[in-house]
């Protein structure tokens, strides 16, 4: 408020500076003086009209400018908000990964970029029997700590998703078949080393099985899923807890 007086203020004391300028042209040009009343008018008449103009003014277009920073901080939030919703509905509550459908269309926008690399299939063995004799809660632990180990594989060099109950994909850009096994074995590692705890405190043993398939540039998603999941099934068909490739 004080930052709108001090404005009005400054624009009437600059009208009565134009207006005394114009008056001291002007009046003797016609033959006139500038003194007494016509003085008193020249400057009163400025006063008079322009700060309580100018105050209106500066008020409207404070509360406009106002109004402006408001709607441009609420379209922030909201497009915060919307971010926030669209990460949410793409991960997997429990695992912290990709969920299916949004796995599916990084793996699609992935082939569209001429990109290769390995596509994993794989699958928490004896899944249900964890869930039969420990309990689901003893389940849940196990998907969401297979989910961490995947995720330290997501960013820059890959991507992973929940496909299905237990059932995970990883996509790994850029390794030969060579490199694609070795980080297949080292995932395998990682996930039977999973520290879990029945409600009892025993050990709860966790294994998965894994079917892996090298992609080339400009492969076809479907196509891949399908081979990798065949690996997967000779993995499980052949004693479990292994890579096909």
Known sequence: MRRIVEKSILTGLLSVFASLALSFIIVPLLGGQVAGAGLF???????????????????????VRRAEAATKEALNKLADAYDALRVQSRTDGLTGTLTRSAFLEELDATSQHGVSGALLFLDLDYFKSIND?????????????????????????????????????????????????????????????????????????ISASIGVFHCRPGFHPHSCLKAADENLYQAKASGRNMVIG
Do not use: W
């Open 133 to 205: 004799r420990y309990g689901h809660g003893t389940g849940d632990e196990a998907l969401r700590c297979t989910g961490l180990i995947l995720a330290r594989y997501q960013g820059q060099s890959g991507f992973a998703g929940r496909l299905g109950g237990e059932e995970f994909g990883l996509f790994q850009r850029n390794l030969t078949p060579a490199e694609m096994l070795i980080r297949s074995e080292e995932i395998r590692e990682e996930i039977a080393r999973i520290d879990l705890r029945s409600p009892s405190g025993s050990k709860v043993l």
């Open 41 to 63: 008018m020249t400057i009163f008449c400025p006063l008079a009209i322009s700060i309580p103009a100018s105050a209106l003014h500066f008020t409207q277009s404070e509360k």
